[in-house]
């Protein structure tokens, strides 16, 4: 009877652990965990000037009444970031025909900006048509990355080829500057209804 009680108790402390480490077993995965922990704290990110595929200096937030959908990318990814701005593109497709096209702004904005130039940031803008309107593709300065990264929760790993291993997804900011919801590259409806939440 005691061996069974002891493991008993053990499952129970058990149980109690991940419970409490997982948010009610809401978050199983670290991804997810995160993603719990943005919408229930809505943390505010950080104001940084970043250079644009134009070459021009933009404030992210922009501060101007409109919400942000931030992905983040490197322009010679071969391969999770080119689907990724294919899928931006079917939201900014999505955004343009409706009346968020005016209070919403997509940006793409690189983690590696020594190596994306605003003519190669132009390229990859060119190749899933961002037009600088509704969707730009930027670069932060080298000394506010550490702090974008840590703030939306991405995590970026050199791989051995010159690349890198990343989360991708889409990050809805408010128009005051708080990060509201971390969804799927592939959610587009999620993405515009998180848009008109922020924006109410």
């Not at 978050?27 to 104001?47: F, G, H, S, Y």
């Not at 200096?57 to 501060?63: F, I, K």
């Not at 793409?108 to 190669?120: H, Q």
Request: hydrophobic share 45%.
């Amino acid at each position: 009877m005691r061996p069974l009680l002891a493991s008993l108790a053990v499952i129970a402390a058990g149980g109690a652990v991940l419970w409490q480490a997982t948010d009610g077993f809401a978050a199983l995965t670290a991804e997810r965990a995160r993603r719990v922990e943005v919408l229930r704290d809505m943390p505010a990110v950080p104001i940084v000037t970043v250079e644009t595929m134009a070459g021009k200096r933009l404030t992210l937030p922009p501060g101007d009444g409109r919400a942000m959908v931030v992905e983040f990318i490197y322009t010679n990814c071969p391969s999770i970031c080119q689907s990724a701005g294919a899928e931006l593109a079917q939201l900014r497709d999505r955004l343009a025909s409706g009346p968020l096209a005016a209070r919403a702004w997509l940006v793409s904005l690189s983690f590696d900006p020594a190596r994306d130039t605003p003519e190669r940031m132009a390229e990859y803008g060119h190749w899933h048509g961002a037009d600088g309107r509704l969707w730009t593709v930027a670069r932060p300065a080298e000394g506010d990355l550490g702090a974008l990264l840590n703030a939306y929760g991405i995590t970026v790993i050199p791989d051995r080829a010159g690349g890198f291993t990343h989360n991708a997804a889409l990050h809805v900011v408010s128009p005051d500057g708080r990060l509201l919801a971390i969804l799927d590259m592939n959610d587009v409806d999620g993405a515009e209804n998180a848009i008109e939440k922020a924006l109410r």
